[in-house]
């Protein structure tokens, strides 16, 4: 690929990711987090309802009167509705007027999150701030699978330590050494690392995700700083992401991909 296509595809690539995350149910959206073990009796401030999780049928107990304005599948909910995990804001099924209220559960604990298209962060948002393209940062790579998938525990953006959940190595050479990234791999059998360098924190935000497609057995992968991404929790301090595992830290600056969000 000329580095002309290569800048034009990595354009493209910009727009689509600042919509993704602009978008009204996208991680600018998120305003709230609430554990249902830290919720009193179940209630949850500004959100209406009693949320109360059952442990013997694996589930959240939804009680709500008509004066609640909530909804489950689009109509009135009145009554009591019996919810499980949602997959995102995309699919829930509670909403509250425009704001959609997924259910999660993380390490067998219950939680409710708060979506609303109206979040001050979204409002604001006004881009993605990146370092320039250079095609100098799509470094020639290979992935090096464990023979068993492995945990570190890792601290995460809300203060606790919880397991990270890692299958191999990418490995990749800059500046005739040779450098390694331990990375977990997807449902869908894509890449994902979570690293910093020289950038974090200064030109750049604290840490990032890289991410790659799947890779071929014995194949070759490209390991593209360009289009290394900011985490959810640079959008929302409601997400709990990991911060980069031990040997995750690169010794050197990348300036390559996001950097930090803009705002108007």
């Known amino acids: 690929m000329s580095t002309d296509d290569a800048r034009r595809r990595w354009e493209v690539w910009r727009e689509e990711r600042a919509e993704a ?9 998120l305003t709230g987090t609430h554990w249902l073990a830290e919720a009193p009796e179940g209630r949850i401030p500004a959100i209406p309802g009693r949320w109360t999780p059952d442990p013997d049928a694996g589930s959240v107990l939804l009680s709500a009167a008509a004066e609640d304005g909530l909804t489950l599948d689009g109509r009135p909910l009145e009554g009591r509705a019996r919810l499980r995990p949602d997959g995102g804001p995309a699919v829930a099924r509670v909403a ?13 604990l219950w939680a409710v999150r708060v979506f609303d298209p109206g979040s001050p962060r979204r409002l604001a948002f006004a881009g993605i701030d990146v370092f320039d393209h250079a095609v100098r940062w799509a470094l020639p790579g290979r992935f090096r699978p464990y023979e068993r998938e492995r945990a570190v525990l890792v601290a995460h953006a809300d203060g606790r330590e919880r397991p990270l959940r890692l299958s191999g190595e990418l490995v ?17 059998g894509s890449l994902w690392a979570v690293f910093s360098d020289g950038t ?8 990032r995700f890289l991410r790659l497609p799947a890779p071929e057995s ?34 050197f600056p990348v300036p390559a991909g996001e950097r930090n969000p803009l705002t108007r």
């Open 96 to 108: 509250h007027g425009e704001r959609k209220l997924p259910v999660l559960r993380r390490e067998g």
């Open 200 to 207: 974090s924190g200064t030109a750049g935000y604290r840490f």
């Open 172 to 188: 990749f050479a800059l500046g005739g050494e040779e450098y390694t990234l331990q990375a977990g791999t997807e449902a869908d």
């Open 218 to 251: 014995g194949r070759p992968v490209t390991v593209d700083f360009n289009r290394a991404v900011l985490p959810p929790c640079a959008f929302a301090d409601h997400f709990i992401c990991p911060f980069p595992p031990p040997g995750n830290r690169l010794p």
């Open 21 to 29: 995350v602009s978008a009204p149910y996208g991680p600018l959206a």
